[in-house]
């Protein structure tokens, strides 16, 4: 998954690899690449909401200043 893949996307896909992990049992390299796989879109994720905090609070900010 790039960066280009949505939060929604991106999410669904976490929530499988807990799904994979607690039900599945995967053998010990299939959950490495699990936890990598996860572990990026989990970063990813994170990224996505700061971006949005910060342009949500750009937004407000003018919306202050045309007050």
């Known amino acids: 998954m790039t960066k280009k893949t949505?939060?929604?996307?991106a999410l669904a896909r976490i929530e499988s690899i807990v799904d994979i992990v607690e039900n599945q049992e995967p053998d010990v390299d299939e959950l490495a690449?699990?936890?990598?796989?996860g572990?990026?879109?989990?970063?990813?994720?994170?990224?996505?909401l700061r971006n949005t905090?910060?342009?949500?609070?750009e937004s407000?900010?003018?919306?202050d200043q045309n007050d």
């Open 53 to 57: 905090e910060t342009e949500l609070n």
């Open 60 to 63: 407000l900010k003018q919306l």
């Open 39 to 48: 572990t990026k879109l989990v970063a990813l994720c994170k990224e996505k």
């Open 6 to 9: 949505s939060y929604k996307v």
């Open 33 to 37: 690449e699990l936890v990598k796989e």
